[in-house]
């Protein structure tokens, strides 16, 4: 196959160049001269997956000379469809990336304030492994941790189990979706999956939560929501904001910040006091109702809209439609989930609601999942097992059901229960991503090792003793990823298009070679990462030669819907829907969510409310030249009334300084709109980065992690809730 392609072919289809801005002061000069060389020779269509979110879809990448000029969407695909997001088009942004972490580095200054030496692979493995034995020997392996983001720490996971550790988290648990999950797996024994088990394309009435669907990308769940709109589905957003899905609702509900849970416990009542709910549903799935009803008694409409500041009579029309709508409803659980502290048991009055309504199992609700894992690599020896009965990291947290990063934080800083002396982290970049950044730094201090694997050199690697360059995910063989859809599963092959550039490696080589090192040779027998997938995939009966040429395979899959031969299993004590949780009563927790007040912004005050822009994945973005001459920086969403009483206009650049009187580094522009509430303000996470080496994202706009000084932790799972810092506007900026 061959084709021509000019270089402004190239640049419009890439979506590099934009009104007013030149190319070639914005895109490096070398990539443009790859892209003028292509369309000369025979093009290789090569499939991967994305890693630019987690959404992982399916793209194809158009490669010439050795060079990826062009990326599509896959159609078989079922994350994407044939389809990419903005930010999934940027994919050669940051694979020729010049700011890239191009070979290992050793600090030989002081973390914060490193003094970088670069080093071959060798020096630095040897290095850390000397690091990880001496503390093994004076710790024991549970002094090591790994924490992570991405597809590629499976590997880093495979290594230190077999050295003998047991802690391992993802901030996506403690602090993005772990409220969420265990609030749902309380009510049903199940949490909602990833991609959500949402059955939008199907739904006559759709409520979403603080979800700002659509400016988080999501592929797939946002074709469905739009072919569920195409059908006739009917959206109410519950949000201080207007955000870009509450644009295409029915109903946007402008909530007070911070009593969500009161308007949820408020339907509850409804539902269940003017019998919308289903009664057939709930009687034969469910126990707890009677106990629900008498805990929600005292939640009137009246009572929810002094709270709330949504008109009672909203309150109740919103119910009714829920109800007449039932089951073809869904309430959506919403993703970024932790918000004031009670962020399980709002989550839980969310599982509860969509209990009430039969929409588990049910058409346009939540439909019952299909897809499988492909085994793991065969014949491998068991991992080193650890004494039962010690003290455990999350014991505080009775459930949480995964490691959280809070309790790593802790452990590191105080010791307690045992010892962390050397933490791993992986594709994450902590300072943006954990709360409370003087106490971040003040863990990192205690630390005897601390290694970072990343593709770029985000603000968290001026901490690192080691960098590890880690080639991109255009780059690398990778973990297999398995999906979960509606009568159907996949199976996503991660390959290389071209090969690594710089020094930069996979981490599935990485971790051969460190375990080398460790002595752990036995546990990496494969030669390299298209092997060890090919015997995965020959282990599960899988055409691996089909995998590479296709980049998916998808599985049949089990009915979505209950049905007379398709029953639902819930995965609670009681076998069934858990409306009142026995589960947390034994741990001294309310059985039924119970609304609690939060403080609210002082006169002068707002609430600093943040979340994802449509072209950015967070700070994994803000570098990339496709992307950042379409975004540079962040802007400060204000109602206008508030603005204009401030005497601010559009345009206009502020500070921010927040209720401990910490004061923003950066300044960031005003936009005056009547799509926020009086009482709080908002802007895109991931801006503000504090790093020189990231050239085009250093300094560019403000950090809100800079002003997240409060942070309370949800005692049933450790999430640390972020949505409770309040800031002031310091004109001048």
Request: charged share 25%; glycine share 10%; aromatic share 10%.
């Amino acid at each position: 196959m061959t084709i021509k392609f000019s270089r402004r072919t190239f640049l419009k289809a890439a979506g590099a160049a934009s009104a007013g801005i030149t190319a070639a002061t914005t895109v490096p000069k070398k990539f443009l001269s790859w892209a003028e060389e292509a369309g000369q020779k025979d093009m290789q269509l090569i499939p991967t997956f994305c890693e630019l979110c987690f959404w992982n879809c399916g793209l194809i990448a158009k490669v010439e000379n050795g060079k990826v000029i062009k990326i599509d969407g896959n159609p078989l695909s079922l994350r994407g469809r044939g389809r990419l997001c903005g930010r999934g088009n940027a994919a050669l942004g940051a694979l020729y990336d010049p700011d890239r972490l191009k070979f290992p580095l050793i600090n030989t200054g002081t973390r914060g304030a490193p003094v970088w030496k670069r080093a071959s692979w060798d020096e630095a493995f040897g290095l850390i492994a000397n690091k990880m034995k001496a503390i093994k020997d004076s710790y024991g392996p549970e002094a090591l941790a790994l924490i992570y983001h991405g597809t590629g720490a499976a590997f880093w996971k495979h290594l230190l189990h077999a050295y003998g550790v047991s802690t391992f988290a993802a901030p996506s648990f403690a602090q993005c979706r772990g409220p969420r999950d265990i609030g749902f797996v309380l009510t049903f024994g199940a949490d909602v999956g990833s991609p959500e088990y949402y059955d939008f394309s199907k739904s006559k009435y759709i409520v979403l939560l603080g979800s700002h669907l659509g400016e988080n990308a999501h592929n797939s769940q946002v074709q469905d929501i739009i072919k569920g709109f195409s059908s006739g589905a009917k959206l109410t957003v519950v949000d201080p904001r207007l955000s870009n899905i509450a644009s295409k609702a029915e109903r946007w509900l402008a909530i007070k910040p911070a009593t969500d849970l009161a308007l949820l416990l408020a339907w509850i009542r409804i539902i269940i006091e003017e019998g919308w709910y289903d009664k057939e549903y709930v009687e034969k799935y469910a126990v707890g109702f009677d106990e629900l009803r008498a805990a929600v008694q005292e939640y009137t409409p009246q009572w929810a809209e002094n709270e709330t500041s949504i008109a009672s009579d909203v309150i109740v029309e919103v119910a009714r439609e829920m109800g007449g709508n039932s089951p073809n409803v869904c309430i959506g659980a919403g993703r970024y989930a932790v918000w004031y502290g009670d962020d399980t048991q709002r989550s839980r009055a969310i599982a509860i609601l969509n209990a009430l309504l039969g929409t588990w199992g049910r058409e346009g609700g939540y439909f019952f999942p299909s897809g499988g894992k492909v085994p793991e690599y065969p014949g491998l020896p068991a991992y080193p097992t650890h004494a039962e009965g010690g003290p455990k990291l999350d014991d505080a947290y009775p459930f949480a059901l995964l490691q959280t990063t809070t309790s790593i934080k802790q452990a590191t800083i105080t010791g307690q229960p045992h010892p962390i002396k050397g933490w791993f982290v992986y594709g994450s970049n902590l300072m943006k991503t954990m709360p409370d950044k003087v106490e971040t730094i003040k863990a990192i201090e205690k630390l005897d090792l601390l290694v970072a694997i990343d593709t770029m050199p985000v603000d968290f690697i001026k901490y690192a003793d080691i960098v590890l360059p880690e080639c991109t995910y255009m780059e690398r063989y990778d973990e297999i990823s398995s999906g979960k859809f509606k009568g159907q599963g996949e199976i996503a092959l991660r390959q290389p298009t071209v090969e690594p550039l710089f020094e930069s490696k996979p981490s599935w080589w990485m971790a051969k070679e460190l375990g080398n090192k460790l002595g752990l040779s036995t546990y990496f027998p494969w030669k390299d990462g298209e092997e060890y997938l090919a015997k995965r995939c020959e282990a599960g009966g899988i055409d691996f030669a089909q995998l590479k040429k296709s980049g998916v395979i998808v599985t049949p899959g089990k009915p979505p819907y209950i049905s007379a031969d398709n029953q639902p299993e819930f995965g609670t004590p009681s076998g069934k829907i858990e409306l009142y949780s026995k589960q947390l009563a034994e741990k001294g927790f309310d059985p039924v969510p119970k609304y609690t007040k939060h403080p609210q912004p002082q006169a002068g005050s707002f609430r600093l409310l943040f979340g994802r822009a449509p072209l950015h994945t967070f700070s994994r973005t803000t570098n990339n030249f496709m992307l950042t001459d379409l975004q540079q920086e962040n802007s400060l969403w204000i109602n206008t009334k508030k603005g204009k009483e401030l005497g601010l206009k559009n345009g206009d650049y502020v500070m921010l300084e927040n209720q401990d009187g910490v004061r923003s580094p950066g300044r960031i522009l005003v936009k005056l709109t009547q799509r926020m509430r009086g009482d709080a303000v908002y802007m895109n996470h991931g801006f503000g980065v504090h790093s020189k080496a990231m050239t085009r994202a250093n300094g560019q706009g403000i950090a809100d992690d800079d002003l997240m000084t409060d942070a309370a932790i949800d005692p049933i799972m450790g999430g640390t809730a972020m949505r409770r810092n309040f800031v002031k506007i310091v004109k001048g900026g």
